[in-house]
């Protein structure tokens, strides 16, 4: 493994531009062992050898690096916590300090599931107590194609596990064999390609001076390098408002904790 990870790290950057050591060398191998059963190699250096020869091969495994499955409402605990404590502690903040607008930022939104989640706790906040929200989200991924899928809001029967009866009723409208986010509740988010290892910007250039009341980067930490995991991090941290959150993933909390963040509630991978 060792042995073939310079040569294809050496190979992408020069060919693509695309510099795969920023990736944790366990997924990196799992990523290279799938794709040689994928394309039938029977060793690290016959798929080495095809990744020399053939682009698109090499197209298929940078490919294979964006990890993007998500579905609605993924961590139960996570989204309880943030119905039922921090979006109404936000609430309670944005008028102590008499800010109009609640600020979020999906990082590595994928197809969106993660923030039109947000944005249905939001929309039913906001009926509950009777009273319009201002809120703004912006859904950030580095890949094109994915802020597409998102855009258009168009999903499968199985990324909506997590979605309750009465939210299907509410918030989706069935096409086909799919279903299809309502039109409102795209109204206050703003979805835009974002590099979060960029070193020119600190937040998505559209939310222009960032300070978030929530920052969402789950299910992506564990994808890096230390290094680059605290880059990322420290990204997030920075562009928080003086009372905002950040929620990672279970998997991911105790890279949280070991940087000196505070889990608001246990398990909930919500910190301050």
Same mark, same amino acid.
């Given at each position: 493994?060792?042995?073939?990870?310079?040569?294809?790290?050496?190979?992408?950057?020069?060919?693509?531009?695309?510099?795969?050591?920023?990736?944790?060398?366990?997924?990196?191998?799992?990523?290279?062992?799938?794709?040689?059963?994928?394309?039938?190699?029977?060793?690290?250096?016959?798929?080495?050898?095809?990744?020399?020869?053939?682009?698109?091969?090499?197209?298929?495994?940078?490919?294979?690096?964006?990890?993007?499955?998500?579905?609605?409402?993924?961590?139960?605990? %996570?989204?309880?916590?943030? $119905? #039922? *404590?921090?979006?109404?502690?936000?609430?309670? &903040?944005?008028?102590?300090?008499?800010? =109009? !607008?609640?600020?979020?930022?999906?990082?590595?939104?994928?197809?969106?599931?993660?923030?039109?989640?947000?944005?249905?706790?939001?929309?039913?906040? %906001?009926?509950?107590?009777? $009273? #319009? *929200?201002?809120?703004?989200?912006?859904?950030? &991924?580095?890949?094109?194609?994915?802020? =597409? !899928?998102?855009?258009?809001?168009?999903?499968?029967?199985?990324?909506?596990?997590?979605?309750?009866?009465?939210?299907?009723?509410?918030?989706?409208?069935?096409?086909?064999?799919?279903? #299809? *986010?309502?039109?409102?509740?795209?109204?206050?988010?703003?979805?835009?390609?974002?590099?979060?290892?960029?070193?020119?910007?600190?937040?998505?250039?559209?939310?222009?001076?960032?300070?978030?009341?929530?920052?969402?980067?789950?299910?992506?930490?564990?994808?890096?390098?230390?290094?680059?995991?605290?880059?990322?991090?420290?990204?997030?941290?920075?562009?928080?408002?003086?009372?905002?959150?950040?929620?990672?993933?279970?998997?991911?909390?105790?890279?949280?904790?070991?940087?000196?963040?505070?889990?608001?509630?246990?398990?909930?991978?919500?910190?301050?």
């Amino acid at each position: 493994m060792k042995k073939m990870n310079i040569p294809i790290s050496e190979l992408l950057l020069e060919r693509h531009g695309v510099d795969i050591s920023k990736y944790d060398a366990g997924f990196l191998n799992k990523s290279i062992q799938k794709r040689k059963i994928e394309t039938l190699c029977d060793s690290d250096n016959s798929y080495f050898d095809l990744v020399r020869q053939d682009k698109s091969e090499s197209k298929h495994f940078i490919s294979s690096l964006s990890v993007s499955y998500s579905e609605f409402f993924r961590n139960s605990l %996570s989204f309880s916590v943030l $119905e #039922k *404590i921090i979006i109404p502690s936000i609430m309670l &903040d944005r008028v102590r300090i008499k800010r =109009k !607008e609640i600020r979020i930022w999906s990082a590595a939104c994928a197809a969106g599931q993660e923030t039109y989640s947000l944005a249905i706790l939001l929309k039913e906040f %906001s009926q509950a107590i009777g $009273e #319009k *929200i201002n809120f703004r989200i912006f859904a950030t &991924d580095q890949s094109e194609l994915q802020i =597409k !899928e998102a855009k258009a809001g168009i999903y499968t029967e199985s990324t909506l596990n997590n979605v309750t009866l009465r939210r299907h009723k509410n918030w989706f409208s069935k096409i086909g064999d799919n279903y #299809k *986010i309502n039109e409102d509740l795209k109204e206050n988010i703003d979805f835009s390609v974002f590099d979060l290892l960029s070193d020119y910007h600190t937040s998505p250039p559209s939310s222009i001076f960032g300070e978030f009341d929530l920052v969402i980067c789950a299910n992506l930490l564990f994808y890096y390098q230390p290094a680059f995991r605290s880059k990322i991090i420290n990204k997030a941290s920075h562009c928080l408002s003086s009372n905002g959150f950040i929620l990672t993933s279970e998997t991911e909390r105790e890279f949280l904790l070991s940087a000196g963040f505070q889990e608001v509630y246990p398990q909930s991978a919500i910190f301050k």
